[in-house]
């Protein structure tokens, strides 16, 4: 219906990273619950941040952060001389993007995108291997995003989760955005899903409690 609210537009989300603080939840629809770190994601990288940051450097190639949310990570990259642009679909944390130095489009990641097929890096942070409800078929869209010599970084949840569940965004005052699909994959599930996108595993680690996978595209 037009007009209907938008999940991380017409929600508190925005109103979050306005702010620059939460508190904040996906709530399931059984109850349950998680947490929001949009304190994390508003002040400069962490510890863990920087495990993928090194990697982008070391590349040195251009570098596109799918949900880039506040843009901590791209501008830091354009700190580091490292092109760099975000995309998201909310447009309070695009403008916050580029008020810290970064440069960012109000865009979704399944629409058309500057650079497609040549991206250096792709990077999927912060739970953002959820868009869309479906990892499939986010997997195989940046698959078409990244150069054929490219990596994609990518965050999971550190336990074997698969899951696809209704959420919804709560603000502190118990305030609740429109319903929506989300994902979680751990590890395990994201290797299975990137090998059927054409893609293959070169590594995972862990850093300060938070897991990622860097992946390729399988040559030929």
Same mark, same amino acid.
């Given at each position: ?8 537009? /017409?929600?508190? &989300? ?5 702010? =620059? ?15 929001? /770190? +949009? ?18 450097? !070391?590349?040195?190639? *251009? ?8 843009? !901590? ?9 490292? *092109?760099?642009? @975000?995309? /998201?679909?909310? #447009?309070?944390?695009?403008?916050? %993007?580029?008020? $810290? @130095? @970064?440069?960012?489009?109000?865009? $979704?990641? &399944?629409?058309? +995108? ?12 912060? =739970? ?17 995003? +990244? ?10 949840? $550190? #336990? ?13 005052? @118990?305030?609740? =955005?429109?319903? &929506? ?20 595993? %070169?590594? !995972?680690? +862990? ?14």
């Amino acid at each position: 219906m037009a007009g209907a609210p938008r999940p991380w537009i /017409d929600d508190p &989300f925005a109103e979050a990273i306005r702010a =620059g603080r939460g508190p904040l939840w996906l709530r399931r629809a059984d109850g349950g619950r998680q947490l929001l /770190d +949009v304190e994390r994601w508003c002040a400069p990288p962490d510890a863990a941040d920087r495990t993928v940051l090194e990697r982008c450097v !070391r590349i040195g190639r *251009p570098v596109l952060d799918v949900g880039c949310g506040p843009g !901590r990570l791209v501008a830091e990259l354009l700190a580091l001389g490292v *092109p760099a642009l @975000g995309i /998201d679909l909310t #447009e309070a944390a695009v403008e916050r %993007t580029r008020r $810290s @130095g @970064g440069s960012a489009l109000h865009r $979704s990641v &399944f629409d058309r +995108v500057p650079g497609e097929h040549r991206w250096g890096a792709v990077v999927l942070l912060d =739970g953002n291997l959820g868009i869309g409800g479906d990892p499939a078929a986010l997997l195989r869209r940046l698959a078409q995003l +990244v150069s054929p010599e490219g990596w994609l970084f990518v965050e999971t949840e $550190s #336990e074997p989760v698969d899951e696809r569940v209704r959420v919804r965004i709560e603000g502190g005052a @118990g305030r609740l =955005g429109p319903p &929506f699909v989300w994902a979680r994959l751990g590890p395990g599930a994201l290797a299975r899903r990137a090998a059927a996108a054409g893609l293959v595993e %070169t590594a !995972r680690w +862990v850093s300060r409690g938070r897991s990622f996978t860097a992946l390729r595209v399988a040559a030929g």
